[in-house]
C-alpha cells in the first residue's frame, strides 16, 4: 500500500473516531394527532388525546427529526424505555 493510501486510511479512522463523541437528540414518537387551538385550549387533567397509533404498533425512533428506526415502549424500573426492533438502513438527510 502506497504511503498516500495509508495517510487517507489513517485521517478517516480518525475522523470517524472524532464522530463517535457527537451528541445527537433521539426521540421516541409515541404517535400523533391534529387538534384545533380551541380544542388545545380545552385541554385539563385527565383529558385523552387520541394518538394515530394503535396498542402495538412500533413507535418511531428519530435522530435530529430523521426517521432512523422502530421500536416498542418497555417500562424500566420506575421509567420508559425503548426496545428497538427495526434499523432502517441507507436513510439520509436532505
Do not use: C, F
Request: glycine letters at 10%.
Amino acid at each position: 500500500m502506497a504511503d498516500d493510501d495509508k495517510d487517507t486510511d489513517a485521517a478517516q479512522s480518525a475522523a470517524r473516531e472524532a464522530a463517535y463523541d457527537i451528541q445527537v437528540e433521539l426521540y421516541a414518537v409515541l404517535g400523533h394527532a391534529n387538534v384545533q387551538v380551541k380544542q388545545l385550549l380545552k385541554l385539563g387533567r385527565g383529558a385523552v388525546v387520541e394518538l394515530d397509533r394503535k396498542i402495538n404498533e412500533p413507535i418511531d425512533l428519530l435522530v435530529n427529526k430523521m426517521l432512523v428506526g422502530r421500536g416498542e415502549v418497555v417500562v424500566v424500573d420506575d421509567r420508559l424505555g425503548v426496545t428497538v426492533t427495526d434499523m432502517l438502513k441507507g436513510q439520509r438527510g436532505g
